[in-house]
Every structure is written in structure tokens, then in C-alpha cells.
């Protein structure tokens, strides 16, 4: 009777956060997914989906340019930043002040570091366009990229790289063979923690473009200002965001059983 | 041989090095320049506080402090609303069973894998659906802030919990206690770094944020730090008063984290 009076008020404790959740993130993403399939005057209606895939309001084809800019950032990020997590992991293993420094940047406000940016583009005469947005978009998610990287590098038991060695594996089979193989939860969680924010992002985009590009994120803002008022369109915008980072997400549990990488900050 | 390892050794450092450099070098840019009492990146005045004399300036800083004590009122209370609120539910969510766990920790993932725009929207569309139950203002973006900080404060301290012994609950009830009490002597002592940590990070987490607050903040012309550096900044060019803003903010952040991590890996040292 006493162990079964603990269990109850002990989950009690968890009610009130679940309803808070209830309210909070579930409710709000049901009138989201409502409002999808409302018109103005609230009436039921297909006309919002058929709209934005018929791309009248060039919805589509911004989510079409925000993934190629999003994928080219991404990729950049990889690049850049695979060999940063990997020299770290080998040569700094224990040097923890010299991994925060590749972090700490994600910390200082994203606006302070894009605005700074711009102002030294166009000190330097730069053309604001795709190749100041990217940069900033590198400069922006790199750290990103580099923390789950580094996680799992570091995680790595040395003693796989060692039996790899002693089974006559070169440098370079050992790291295709047993290092990159094995940090691939590093690797896709990297994809979504720099892919899912880039492509959905505004303000860096407008800041670093003069408002000549513009991003998914940059489109879904729009619809829901008060000047535009498409609550409907701009609905639809958010559930197919939903449904990428769904996806993405899906495909990090895929490939890692880890749940402490998935979960990394 | 010994000498290819060395060759690779200072490539990878020089890589390394490259890249911090890279990463830090806006932010050195503007510190520099923040002497220049200019914004065009150039010692034409010489060497001057003239930026840092434009913070005393009340004309010029009147928005700022405003949306400095905003964004200190926000983040105080949505950190210690979500720390609270984490604290105790991660303790209750530790009770449930396993399907019900699992449904709740699905849901808890949400706002933090969730893009961040959409996040914004559907608070500022159900806000405004139940405008008369939230009133515009600090109630909207100190909600909307615990709605995206606790998740991380409970996955910060459930780690810890799931370590714990459950005979240690136990055994002080054993020994007389009652569950409230057992819950405050004895596990709230050992998740006690969990939960300094979910706070810290709904701290910054909140103090950082654009987005959401961007959104929710309404029409009552509540501006915290972010939103007032993108109506500001952003129209205008970046003026000197901006150089100096945001190079205290670099020193400042950059002193604060590199103090507590290193004192972190001392700590770590010794144990």
C-alpha cells in the first residue's frame, strides 16, 4: 500500500509539465495543421496546399533554393569542419579549453555575428549575395557541425583503431574503414543540427543579401505578418518544415543507437 | 617515419589554427575598430573612446537599457520558471510508466528538434486564438521561453536520475521519512548538478534567443536585446555606439565561459 502511495505522488510530480506540454507545443501545432486547411473567412478548404505546390506564390520555389543553399551550407560545414573535430579528438583529446573555443562562438547572439560580418563585407566593398549569405551561414552553423563531430570522435574506442592497425590496415584504411564509419552518428546529427536551423533561419539571409535572397524561414515570416495576413499559406509552409525535420530526425535514430548523441546540445 | 608524423602533426595544427582564426576574426575586427570611433574600419581619427563615450549618451542608450532589463527580467524568470518546473516534472516523468515516459519524452523533444520559425508561429497563432487568456506582452514571451528552455532542463537532469539508486529513496522512507521530504533531502542533493546545469542552459538559451521572441513580443513595443539589435542595427548601418555595444558583449561572454569551464576542468582534475 506504502510502495503504490510513493509511485502516484511521485508521478504526480510530472502532470502539471504534461499538460504545460499539452498547451504549449502540442495545441499550438494543431491550430497550425487546422489552419492549413482554412480560407478567410474559415471556411474548410484544399486551396492553401494547392496554392503553395502550385508554387503561385513562389512559395515552392523559395523552399527549393532555401534546401540548395541550406545543402551547400551544410556540406561547407562538413568539410570545414570534419577534419576540426577530428585533429581535436586526436591531438587535443584532454585540451578542454581548446574545444570551447571552436564552440564558443555559438553562444555570442547570431545577430551581433552577422551584423559584424556585414559591416566588414561592406567596409571591404564586398557585393552583398550568395557568397557573403553562405559565408555567414558558415560562420554561423560551423560550430554546430563541429560539436556532435567532435562527441563522437572523442568517444571512439582507441582500441578499434589499434586492433585496425595490427591487422595491417594503412592511415588511410584505418580512418575509411573504422574511424568514419564510426563517427557516422556525429556525422548525421551534424547534417541536422546545421541543415534543419539553415534552411529555416531568417535574418541572415536578409542581413547578409540586403533582403535580395530569400529563405524559407524568410517566406514563412512573411505570410504570418500582419501586412500579408496569408495565415493559411503560410501554415502549410510550417507543416512541410514539420515534416522535414521529422524526416531528419527519423533518419539521426536510424543511424544512431546512442540516444546521448542525438542528444547533444 | 617519426618525421611524417611530425609534418602531419603541424598540419593539423595549422588547420586548427586556421580555422579559429577565421571564426574569431569578425569579432577582433570590431573589438579593434571599436577604437576607432568610427564605423568604416579605419584609424582616420586615431586611436579615441569616442564609441565607448556614445554608451553614456542618453539619447543613444535609452532603447538599449530598456531592452537590456527586459531581456534580464525574461531570462531570470523563464530560467527559474523552467528549472523549477524541469526539476520537479523530470522527477515525476522518472516515475511514469514505460509507454507513458516514452509519449512524454517524444513530446518534450519537440521544441527542441523543432525549426525554430515554426516554433514562434504556432505559439504567436495560438496566442493570439486565446488573446483574452494571454494578454499581449511579458506573459506571451515568458511563456513561449519556458515552453523551448524546460525541455533541456529535463533532459539535463534525467541522465542523472537514471543513475541514481533507487534504494536511496527507499531507504529514507525506511528511515521515517515522507516522500516530500525524502524528495528534498535526498534527491534533489544528487541531481542537484543537473539541475544547476538545465538552469544555466535555459539561461543562455533564453538570453540568446531571436526568433520566438521576434514573434511573440506583439505590439506592446517590448524589445529585448535581439529583437532591438535587429530593429536598430539593421535599418541603420552598424554605428560606432554598435561597435562598442557588441564588443563588451564579446569580452564579457567570452571571459564568463571560458571562467566557468575552467573551472569545470579543475574541478574534474581534482576529483
Redesign the interface.
Known sequence: M?KF???F??????????I???L??????V??LI?AFLDDANKFTFQNFAEFFSDAGGGLTVLGNSLIIGLVTTLICLV?GY??AY??A??HASN???V???I??M???????T??????F???DVQLGMGTVLFGMV?NY??YMILPLHTTLVSIDHSYIEAAEDLGADKMTVFLKTVLPLSLPGIVSGITMTF??AI????IS??LSSSKIFLF?DA??MH?SKTTNS?GV??VM?LV??V??VV??VIVNLTSKDEEVT?V? | MKKRNLAARICAEGYLGLVLALLYLPIFLIIVFSFSGTSRFSFTNGFTFDSYKTLFDPEQNAGLLDALKNTAILAVSASVISTVLGAFSTIGIYALGRKTKKLVLTVNQLPMINSEVVMAVSLMVFFAAFSTIFPQGMTRLIISHVAFCTPYVVLSILPRLQRMDPNMYEAALDLGANPFAAMIKVVFPYIMPGIVSGFAMAFTLSLDDFIITQFNKGDTGIETLSTYIYEDARVKSLEPFWFAVFSIFFVVMFTLLLLMNIKRTQKEVKK
Open positions: 506504502k502511495k510513493f509511485r505522488s511521485r508521478r504526480a510530480f510530472a502532470y502539471p509539465y504534461m504545460f506540454l499539452l504549449f507545443v502540442v495545441v499550438p501545432l491550430i497550425i489552419n570545414i577534419p576540426c585533429f581535436l586526436k591531438y578542454r579549453v581548446l570551447l573555443l571552436f564558443l562562438p553562444w555570442v547572439n547570431f545577430l551581433i555575428r551584423l559584424s560580418t556585414k559591416a566588414i561592406m567596409a571591404l560562420y560551423l560550430p534543419i536551423p529555416s533561419t531568417f535574418a536578409e542581413i524561414g514563412i515570416n504570418f495565415f503560410g501554415s510550417s518544415m514539420l522535414l525535420v531528419a530526425n542528444s546540445l
